[in-house]
């Protein structure tokens, strides 16, 4: 059974830091191409961050430069380290991983609220 967890959510003030967490089972995390999206009250999903598993990453042009998508594979785990963040940064946060081959598969987690506000 494949599980993807999130983990690290929380509120923070502008300008503040938080590391969300991905644990991933029942997959070979290292050969999947796995990526961060969110979701803002009333809008739609939207990527954030993507990490191919040859290790390019691709960022949102609102998130270049404060977030950084990383993962180990050795622990099955993808993490996303925000800083700088912004009220506009509010969102559920969720994560993905997709495998393609001779057929497409793609999981997601079930989400972490992250909330910005003083």
């Known amino acids: 059974q494949v599980q993807l967890v999130e983990s690290g959510g929380g509120l923070v003030q502008p300008g503040g830091s938080l590391r969300l967490s991905c644990a991933a089972s029942?997959?070979?995390?290292?050969?999947?191409?796995v990526g961060w999206y969110r979701q803002a009250p009333g809008k739609s999903r939207e990527r954030v961050a993507l990490?191919?598993?040859?290790?390019?990453?691709n960022y949102a042009d609102s998130v270049k430069g404060r977030f950084t998508i990383s993962r180990d594979n050795s622990q099955n785990t993808l993490y996303l380290q925000m800083n700088s963040l912004k009220p506009e940064d509010t969102a559920v946060y969720y994560c993905?991983?997709?495998?393609?081959?001779?057929?497409?598969?793609?999981?997601w987690g079930q989400g972490t609220q992250v909330t910005v506000s003083s």
């Open positions: 990490q191919a598993k040859g290790g390019t990453t």
């Open positions: 993905n991983a997709n495998f393609a081959g001779s057929s497409f598969y793609s999981y």
């Open positions: 029942g997959i070979t995390f290292r050969i999947a191409d």
